[in-house]
C-alpha cells in the first residue's frame, strides 16, 4: 500500500483488502488492529480523492471490523485498549469529514450501534449489578461497560452528534435514523449520555420529534429522549431550559419537503381557526371588563376549558370524517387553542401569552410530544402504537419531574469553594423547577393534560366518548392501556404539583371539571353500596366491575398515591366527593397492609400539611381537616385498629401518628413543633429497621432546643379548637387505656436498638393525653407515669430525648408530683430522683460535661462539653443504644470486666454505695470569678452550695441563651432547678 512503486497500484490494493478481509472473517485480533488501520486510513484517502472501485473494499473493512475482536492472549483486552481506541477514532472521522458516501456512514453508524450493545449482549438494568452468586456469569456487562468506555475516550461521541445535525440540516432521514440508533446505543451508559450533551446533543434533539408518530424515527428519537432523562436527568433537564432555540430554516426545510401541499393547506386552515378563536376570546374579554364581578365570570370560563361535555372546537376533528394526520404539529395547534391558550388568555392574574419565539427548546419539544401523544391515543390502535403513546407519557413525566432538591440556604461561615459549591446547587435547583414550569405551561397549552384527564376518568365515570381526544372502546384491560391509566394519573397530579401558580390554577380547574378527585376514590372504595353519593358509588362499581382482582389492587395503591400529592392542593373537592369517608371505611374493610399504610400516610400528610388552594378557606369554618376528619369517626376507627393485635406494626405505626396528629392543639403550642417533627420523622423511620441512638438523640435534642421556649402545655391553657373535640373523643373511646396498652408493649419489646414504634407512642401520648386536663388526670391514676419511669428506666437510650421531655411536660401539672415520689425501680428500689440523676451522669460521661473531679469542662456552654466521653464506652453502646441502667446494676458483679460494667460500677458507687450524694458547688477562682464543681454534700469547699442540678443551671444561665437546650436532659435541668427543694 505504501511502496514506491506500488501505491498507484490500486486493483492490487482491492484484492489485498478482500484478501483480509476473507482471511479475517470472524474478526481482527487486538494486537492487529494498528496495522488494519493503516490500511482502513489509506483507504479513506483514496476514496476522497475520487479513485474508483474502494467503496464496498472500505465497506467491507467497516463490517469486519463490527465483529468482535480477538484476542490471542489473555491479557490483550487490558493492555491493547488503545488499539481498539484508535481504530474507532479513525472511524469518527467518516462522520466529520465532508465527502464520504452515505453507504459508508451507514455501515460505519452499524458498527457503532453493534460495539455500543457490546456486539448484541447490552445487560438490562437488573443485570448491571448482578447477585453475589452469579457474579462469574458477569462476562457481557464487562464487555459491555468495556466497549461503552473506549467510545468514550475515542471522541466517536462528538463525531456523531456533529454527523446528526448535518444530517437534520440536510433533511436526510435514513442519515437520521442510523445516528439516532447510535446516540440511543451510546446513551445507556451514563458517561456517554453526559458527553453527549456536552456535545450538544439537544440542538438536533428537537427535530427528531418533528415526524409522525407513525415514522419509524419517532420511536428512536423518544428512547432516545427517555435514556438521557434517565441517565443523566439532571444534566437533561437544565440543558432542555438552556440550550437555545433554533433560529435557522432547518425544521422548516423539513417539514416542507416530507410533506405535501395538501398537508401545508390544512396546516393553514388550522392557522386560520386559531386566529378565529383568539379573535373570540378577546371579544369576550372586553365584554367582561364591562361589568362587574369579572373575575369570576373569567374563572367560570376557565372551569369549562376541560369539561368534558362542552361543544367541540373546529379543526379538531370531532365532527364528520376523521383522517389520521400526516403530521403533528396540525392536531397540536387544534387543541392549544381549545385547551390552553384560551384559557391562559383569560386568567385574571395576568399570564401571558404564548411566546411566538421561545427562549429554549423547551416549549417546541413540549409541543411536539403533546402533539404526538394526541395523534397517537386517537389513532395509533397497532400494539407498537399503544407502546410509543406510554413511552411519551413517561417522556413527559421524567420531564416534569418527581421531586426537586431544596435550596440551600446561604451560610455565612462556609469557604469560597463551598460558597461557590452551595451557588452552583442552588442555580441548578432553580433550573429544574423552571423546567417543569415551563413544560407544563407549554404541555397544557398543547392540549396533552386534557388528553390525560380523558384517559385517567374513562370510562369508569361513565362519560360520554370524548371524540377529537381519545375513542372509550378503544380504552380497553389490557396489559398496555391498564398501563396508559396509571401514567396518566400520575403525570397530571405531577403537573399540577410543579406547574406555575397561574398554569397550576387552571390545572386544578380542569381536575375539577373532569371530577379526576372522584375517578381515583373509586378505585378506594371497596364498598360501592355505602358511597356518601351515587355518582361515587356507579364509578366505584364500574371499576369493579371492569379490572381483574390484581389490577385493581394495583390501580388502589396507585390512586392512593396520586390522592396523596393531589389532595392538598385542593381539598375542598376532596372533601365533596366524599374522600374522608372513603378512605376511613376503607380502613375499616381493607385487608391489604399496603394499602391500609397508604391510607393512613395519605391523611397523616392531608392533616399536616397546610393547603395553597383558595378551595381550602371553606374548610376553616368546619374545623379544618382535624374537625372533618374526627366528625367522620377517624378517632374510633384508629383505636380499632390498634387494639387489634393482628395488625402489622406498620399499620399501627402509622395510626398512632395519625392519631397524634388529630390531637394536636394547634401549631403555636410547646411541642407542637417538636411533635409534628415526630410525626414526619417516624413515617420515613418505617423504611429502614435500624436507627442509630446516637443519631436519635442528636435529632431530636437539637429540635428541642428550638420548640422549648413557650412553656408547658396544660388542658387549662388549651385554646377551643377542632382538636379539644378529638381530644375527648380519644378519652370516651378508652384512647387512654390503649395508650397503656401500648406502653407496656413498648417496655416489654427488644431494647437493643432505637424503635420508632415506641416514638411514635410518646408522641401520642404527649399530643392526646398532655393537652387535655381530664385525659392527663386519668393517665395518672391508671400509673400511667409508673409505666412511662419504668421505660425510661429499662428502654432503649435512644428514646430518652423525647421521654424526659415529655415527662416534663406531665410535671408541670402539680397533681403529678406525689405520682412522681412514689414511684420506686423494680429493679433496685431506687427513686424517680435517682433514676433521673442516674440518666444525668451517663449523658455526663458520654459527652464529657465534667471532668473526674466534678469540674465543668465547658462553663460557658456546659452542655455542649468537650465531645469526648470522659470514661471509656464502647462504640456499640453508643451506635446501638445498649447504654441502658441494666449495667448500673451488674457493673460490680462482672468485676468490670468490660468497659460498659466500668462505668457501671462507677455510676454505683457515686449513686448507691456512696453516703453523701454529689452536690455542686460554686467554688472561687484565682481569677476571682466562680465555676460550678460537684462535691460530696456536707463538704467544707468554700462558697455557696447548691445542688448539682442548681449549679449546672446556674452555669447555664451564662451561656444557656447561645446553647438552647439542645437535649431532653438539659431541659429537665432547667425544670428541676425551678422546682426548688428536692429531697435526692
Known sequence: FTGKNSQELYERHLAAIERLCQSNATGFAIKDLPKVQQILEITLRLLLKGVPGFLQPAVGLIKVLSKPYIKKTATDEF??????????????????????????????????????????????????????EQIECGASARQYHTNQMLINSSGVLTAVVK????????????????????????????ENANALLDAGLLHSLPHLFAYDYRHPLTPVAVQLLWNLLDFAAVATRVGLVTTPASQGPASQTLGTTRRGKQEDAQRSSVQNTQEEAQQQ????????????????????????????????????????????????????????ATFGRGARSRSPTGMRPPSSQPTSILPGLAHSLASLFLSDLLYGFRTIDKELRNDLVVVCSLIIGSDHPELPSPNPTTNSTQSTKQADLREQAEL????????????????????????????ELGLPEHEGLVKAWALSTEELDYELKQLAWKTVVAGCVHASPDDAWILLDAVRAWALVRALLAFVEEVPEAAPHANLASAALAAQRRWSPDQLDALRAAALARLHALAPLCPEVYVEEGGPEVLLRSLSTSVHSAHMEGALRHLHHLVVSKPSSTWASSLVGDGGMEGILGAAGAVSVLLMLLQDGSRPEGVRHCCLLLLAALCRTGSGSTGTQVRNMIGEANIQSQRSSFTSAQHTNQHLGNSLSSTRNSGPVTGREASPSPANSNLRRFRHEGGVAMVLSQLARCESADRTLPSPYTVAVLDVIWACVVPDRKNTARFLVEDGLDALLSLLEIGNRGHRAVGLSLLADILSNPRSHSFFHEWRSHQDQSTAAHLLLRIWKEEDNAGGISDKQGVLSNTALPLRGTGKPEAWIAPESLSYGTLLPGATASGTLKGKQTGAGHLGATMHEQLGATASPLVGALVPTLEGGFTAKLVPAGSTQQGSTLSREQAQGVAGAAGGAEEGKQTGAGHLGEWWAGMGQARL
Open 432 to 459: 429544574l423547577r423552571l423546567c417543569s414550569m415551563e413544560f407544563v405551561g407549554a404541555a397544557r397549552e398543547a392540549g396533552l393534560f386534557e388528553a390525560l384527564l380523558a384517559v385517567a376518568t374513562s370510562p
Open 79 to 132: 493492555r491493547l485498549l488503545g488499539n481498539i481506541s484508535n481504530i474507532l477514532a479513525c472511524i469518527g472521522q467518516i462522520f466529520t469529514t465532508p465527502g464520504y458516501p452515505v453507504e459508508l456512514q451507514l455501515a460505519t453508524s452499524e458498527l457503532l450501534i453493534i460495539f455500543a450493545s457490546g456486539y448484541g449482549q447490552r445487560p438490562s438494568l437488573l443485570d448491571k449489578v448482578p447477585p453475589v
Open 163 to 190: 454527523s446528526l445535525g448535518a444530517a437534520v440540516s440536510a433533511g436526510d432521514e435514513v442519515l437520521m435514523m442510523s445516528l439516532s440508533l447510535v446516540a440511543s446505543q451510546i446513551s445507556y451508559f451514563p
Open 281 to 336: 376570546q378577546q371579544q369576550q374579554q372586553g365584554e367582561g371588563q364591562q361589568g362587574e364581578g369579572q373575575q369570576e365570570e373569567c374563572r367560570e370560563q376557565n372551569k369549562r376549558v376541560g369539561d368534558p361535555t362542552r361543544e367541540p372546537m373546529a379543526g379538531t376533528g370531532r365532527e364528520g370524517e376523521q383522517t389520521a394526520p400526516s403530521g403533528n404539529a396540525d392536531l397540536g395547534g387544534s387543541q392549544g
